[in-house]
């Protein structure tokens, strides 16, 4: 229990950082790109402090900037500590100047730490009998308590008195100091005692008692029986110095000269209008309604919890049919109603369903259970009961559902014959098109984040690892609840975002007629899936294997020995020990890395290098396709099903999982062999048709830039007229190498490459790479043009947008950290092209699949979508009549300043068709 009425000490230095980290997965930040989590946290815990200790003595107490004592004993203390976050930094100030608003005493003393500060206060109290509360995460601070000084983690809600220590430390209070000097800091770099761990340390104090006394009986600590107490003795003598010092660092001074008496630190008066300036200023709304009296709001530590009051909730288990029609025909009547089901499996093609759930009104849901089969399971209604009521209802478009992530239970019912239709929202989408990178978009995630609710985990009911339950092995009692709550979050969820995106009317258009049309056609390529020729696979993994070998032998000759080449600790000593190889990068910790980047740079001047990038090449490409996907064909339909993902990648893009569609290389002899295991049906041809250098067609709408906008509507080699103009040389006298250069500065441009970036593409030296880049901007200063708006654009609104208006904010673009800024920068100008060839593909596969609905037969599948390029099969009697039609669909999904040209081929395999 803590104490009451007691001198409060708060550990300001310690909570800033732990409020800051605390706050960093949420990213949380102002409209403008101000990082604020470390603000808000600190903000709502200095209101519970004062709320909860009105009549209390109190000092908050903060590091001073530069050197302490421990500095001049020590220069190496705490020198292995990462210098502030500039995100953190940037809210120091802000923090204190609301800690002094809120009327707390503010304690800073030069040449010592806040711990030090504590100690004396802790002290003096102490002195007086009176009862101390420090307020702080540091274990440090153990050394403190006593019967008069106990501590407390808000962050935890742990309070910890005299017992507290020794059970948390193994060790009482007057030995923490010794604890910590023998077993050293790795966070404050103080030495302790080489090779002396937490267990040693216990043994030691436990059986001998403090340093002095060790040191006094050094004959008697090998009797204690730890591992390594018979050479202790003299390891102790040797490192006896070391050990002193780490005492002397680890002692908090509690005689420290402080200006304020203990009657001096009472609460004052709150300053309104300085609390209010920093509220405002990092959009604290709840707080700036709550001290100008218009509101009660209490904890503001999320980013939108202001319009999401706390919710009293009546989740129903139907068990019986009465019950179930009650709520059918509630269903039938409501306007809209949030739709969840519960499966044996993530894998859409294979799971069953094993419950259903539904929400019409906040806080209130029901849970109809028809598969759970663990031993005790109460009876239930069964599937064809539920699912046979429940389909009339999920195939009628006129009754509308919101979910989340609905194209898998859309797939998952299609198992049970039920074709949901009348999808109106999904809140997954709708958290996407929102803010693509605000957070994660899965309802736990977003429900924490949008509503200030912490929802019940699957872990929490399921457990974890290969002892997990699948849905259906789980008891009522546990899945009732959860199952309910993911209806009645979706619909609060919904609510909440759907509100957002109304006050953005292109935001919700982006929704309304690009990413809610295309859930269904995803759906549909899904259950559709490829035809892959495993045979052809598995002799290519034989090949590989073999190459493999050759390459692992001609490594270790090269070696001089032989080592594993998977491992980066032999790796790294061959290379960088042994060879003595130029080192380009360490790791965190301080060792040579060798990272992929790292071995492509060495690969350029040295063999061993080259050869182990091409070994993990391979190596890569067997494990993830050549072994893998023979793996993953579905004996049902003898086809491999693709996941594709909407919310995932922050432009807007598509990605795919299982197998990842995306990732297959294509410049490489290897990557065309995996796509030519992609096959169509027999009687079928594969048709690849993608659009052709769409974001340099973009770029030069976006920017329209006049040479550009000439160069694409005369159907020029737009890489051979960039050459001529660069380079002044005529079309026709254009080289190779001239094109080579001038393919990458257009497309370096396009995802913000420097000078730098271009010389080492370009092999050539970084002079002559910034020459060439101010000959391209001077032949096209449009595009210099766009780049500059873009930049300024984005660090006034925090955002960028598509020629469709799907924004991507960029937090990082008012950093002060140059690496981070530069990066958003680089972001800002490639996002907008990205995002917008992104969106063109999505309404071509919408206006592809809307052509498709209308042909009857069985002649044409659209199969996949990879980056710009949509992939079908199309029966051999068609190709030549569904060509031209494709082409044209996709030409038509934008009107740019320029032809959005689509090629396409036809072939036996995806290889060909490319």
């Known amino acids: ?157 742990v309070v910890t008195d005299r017992e507290g220590v020794i059970e948390k430390f193994g060790v009482p209070p007057e030995l923490i100091i010794d604890y910590l000097a023998l077993m050293g800091d790795k966070v404050d770099n103080i030495p302790g005692m080489t090779g002396v761990g937490e267990k040693t340390a216990q043994a ?127 269903l039938a009547a409501a306007e809209l109603f949030a739709f969840d089901t519960e499966t044996t499996s993530l894998d859409y093609m294979e799971a069953r369903v094993v419950g259903v759930s539904f929400a019409i009104e906040p806080g209130k849901a029901a849970y109809v259970p028809f598969g759970h089969d663990y031993l005790g399971a109460p009876v239930q209604l069964t599937e064809a009961v539920v699912l046979g009521k429940l389909k009339p209802l999920l195939e009628d478009s006129t009754h509308l559902k ?31 098109v929102l803010n693509s990178t605000a957070s994660r978009h899965d309802m736990d995630s977003l429900a924490k984040k949008y509503l200030g609710v912490d929802t019940i985990s699957f872990e929490a009911i399921a457990g974890k690892g290969a002892k997990q339950l699948t849905f259906n092995q789980i008891e009522l009692e546990q899945a009732a609840p959860y199952a309910a709550e993911d209806a009645d979050i979706t619909l609060r969820l919904h609510h909440a975002l759907w509100g957002q995106l109304c006050q953005e009317p292109s935001l919700a258009k982006v929704f309304q007629e690009i990413e809610l049309p295309l859930l269904p056609v995803l759906a549909r390529m899904e259950l559709l899936g490829t035809t892959i020729d495993p045979k052809l696979l598995h002799q290519q993994s034989q090949e590989i294997e073999l190459r493999l070998k050759e390459l692992e032998g001609q490594a270790h000759e090269l070696a001089g020995q032989e080592f594993n080449l998977s491992s980066p600790k032999q790796l790294g000593e061959i290379l960088f020990t042994k060879l003595a190889l130029p080192i380009i990068k360490k790791t965190p910790k301080g060792a040579p890395s060798t990272a992929e980047e790292v071995l492509a740079e060495l690969a350029e001047n040295y063999e061993l290098p080259r050869l182990l990038m091409e070994h993990r090449t391979l190596a890569k490409l067997k494990s993830t396709y050549t072994d893998k996907l023979p793996l993953m064909i579905k004996p049902r339909t003898g086809r491999v099903h693709t996941s594709y993902h909407q919310a995932v990648a922050a432009t807007g893009r598509l990605s795919s999982t299982d197998p ?69 040389v005529a079309l026709d006298a254009v080289t190779i190498d001239m094109r080579r250069s001038a393919k990458a500065i257009n497309f370096g441009l396009i995802y913000g490459m420097s000078a730098f970036g271009l010389a080492k593409q370009l092999g050539i030296g970084r002079a002559e790479a910034q020459k060439y880049m101010d000959l391209y901007f001077e032949r096209y200063p449009g595009v210099l043009e766009y780049m500059e708006r873009t930049r300024q654009q984005a660090e006034a609104q925090g955002y960028v947008e598509t020629l469709f208006g799907r924004r991507l904010y960029l937090p990082e673009i008012k950093s002060r950290n140059a690496g981070l800024r530069k990066g958003a920068e680089r972001a800002a100008i490639n996002a907008p092209m990205q995002g917008t060839a992104a969106d063109i593909i999505k309404r071509a596969m919408i206006q592809v699949e809307a052509w498709l609905q209308g042909i009857q037969d069985d002649s044409i599948h659209m199969m996949m979508q990879v980056h710009d390029e949509l992939v079908f099969e199309v029966r051999a009697d068609k190709v030549e009549e569904y060509v031209p039609l494709i082409k044209a669909l996709m030409s038509g999904a934008a009107e740019l300043h320029v032809p959005l040209v689509v090629e396409a081929g036809t072939g036996d395999n995806w290889d060909q068709a490319h």
């Open 1 to 157: 229990m803590a104490p009451s009425n007691p001198l409060i000490l708060v550990d300001g230095s310690s909570y800033l950082y732990r409020a800051f980290f605390a706050s960093q997965q949420a990213d949380l930040r102002t409209s403008t790109g101000l990082p604020s989590g470390a603000v808000r946290v600190m903000a709502n815990m200095m209101r519970s402090l004062r709320k909860q200790y009105p009549d209390s003595h109190v000092a908050v107490v903060f590091d001073a900037k530069g050197k302490t004592f421990r500095d001049e004993i020590y220069p190496e203390y705490k020198a292995t500590r990462a210098s502030m976050p500039d995100d953190l930094r940037s809210q120091v100030a802000p923090i204190h100047q609301m800690i002094k608003a809120m009327g707390f005493p503010f304690l800073m003393v030069e040449g010592v730490e806040a711990d030090d500060v504590i100690g004396t206060l802790a002290r003096q109290a102490t002195e007086k009998q009176l009862p101390v509360l420090i307020s702080t995460g540091d274990k440090d601070m153990a050394q403190l308590v006593s019967d008069h000084v106990t501590l407390i983690d808000t962050m935890k809600d």
């Open 204 to 330: 030691l104090l436990q059986g001998i008692g403090s340093i002095d006394q060790i040191a006094a009986n050094l004959d008697k600590v090998a009797a204690l029986g730890f591992r390594g107490s018979k050479a202790f003795a003299d390891k102790f003598r040797e490192q006896e110095p070391q050990v002193r010092l780490s005492y002397e660092l680890a002692t908090i001074k509690t005689d420290v000269e402080l200006e304020q008496s203990l009657e001096e630190l009472v609460l004052g008066p709150i300053d309104k209008e300085s609390l209010l300036a920093v509220y405002r200023e990092y959009e604290l709304r709840n707080l700036v309604k709550e001290l100008e009296g218009s509101t009660d709001a209490s904890d503001d530590a999320q980013v939108e919890p202001d319009s999401t009051p706390a919710i009293e909730t009546d989740y129903q288990c139907v068990l019986t049919e009465a019950e179930f029609d009650g709520w059918l025909a509630k």
């Open 402 to 432: 919101v979910g989340q992530n609905l194209k898998y239970d859309r797939n998952v019912l299609l198992n049970h014959g039920i074709d949901l239709q009348g999808i109106a929202f999904d809140t997954m989408l709708e958290s996407y």
């Open 660 to 728: 990842n569609l995306q990732n297959i290389p294509i410049r490489n002899e290897q990557g065309r062999r995996i796509r030519q295991a992609f096959v169509p049906i027999p009687g079928y041809k594969l048709v690849a048709a993608d659009y052709s250098q769409i974001e340099l067609r973009i770029m030069a709408h976006l920017s329209g830039d006049k040479g550009l906008l000439t160069a694409f509507a005369e159907g020029k080699d737009i890489h051979k007229a960039t050459a001529a103009e660069v380079f002044g």
